[in-house]
């Protein structure tokens, strides 16, 4: 599949959910991707990424900008406490706010550099041990608490358990979104960006099907 593809599907997707042209944005999910796939992206003109490690976009990042301009970098994977500065001076977005250590930690360095990327709280729908993010019946509560810091909280942002129908996660993050007057929904990966869409995703992240399947880093 294409990007030309993925954006062509996306619009339908808009249209068939009676929600205006471009109101979705995408996201191509380069991580572990090799820098000729990327290259390759950037060439048709996409300017708007994710990766998951602030390790890799540090060392992969620097280099396009040079080369390309206005490129829209979101960090969606997990944000240790220790490497968020790094994350806040390289990325427009982050996608994984999910505790108030970081919230605070955020806060802190936003205050010192006079700038802070827009912000998206995790929430962990399927409660799933191994994954991060706030649990749903936390959500209001830390929304309200990143309130307190002035953090620029654009929105939420979810990934269903891979073994369940995930237009129920959607729904619930899209409920959780409405009743503390975000608009940002940060959800729907390669295989159901299109039901995210149908709920409201105003982010949906898509990889694999832009990129092909991922190359494993080595070591």
């Known amino acids: 599949m294409s990007l030309q593809e993925i954006s062509d599907r996306i619009v339908k997707a808009e249209a068939k959910a009676e929600r205006s042209a471009g109101s979705v944005k995408l996201i191509a999910v380069s991580k572990v ?10 060439q048709q003109g996409h300017r708007c990424f994710g990766e998951n490690r602030v390790q890799e976009a ?5 280099g396009f900008k040079e080369k390309y301009s206005d490129i ?16 806040m001076e390289l990325c ?3 996608h994984s706010v999910d505790r108030p250590k970081l919230a605070k930690t955020i806060a802190r360095i936003a205050q010192e550099i006079g700038a ?3 912000l998206f709280i995790q929430v962990n729908t399927g ?7 706030v649990l749903p019946a936390d959500a209001d509560a830390f929304i309200a608490e990143c309130r307190t810091l002035d953090l620029p909280i654009q929105g939420l942002m979810c990934i269903p358990p891979v073994v369940e129908e995930p237009s129920l996660h959607f729904a619930l993050l899209a409920k959780i979104a409405s009743r503390n007057g975000l608009e940002g929904l940060s959800m729907g990966m390669s295989s159901d960006f299109e039901s995210a ?4 995703a ?5 990889g694999s099907a832009i990129f092909g399947e991922r190359v494993k880093l080595q070591g």
């Open 197 to 200: 869409i149908a709920l409201g």
């Open 92 to 94: 427009n977005a982050i």
């Open 127 to 133: 409660e799933e041990d191994q994954k991060a993010g």
């Open 72 to 87: 829209d970098l979101h960090l969606i994977g997990p944000l240790q406490t220790n490497k968020a500065r790094q994350a």
């Open 116 to 118: 802070c990327p827009d």
């Open 58 to 62: 540090a060392g992969k990042w620097p």
């Open 33 to 42: 991707q090799p820098n000729e796939r990327v290259e390759a992206v950037l």
């Open 202 to 206: 105003t982010h949906v992240r898509v």
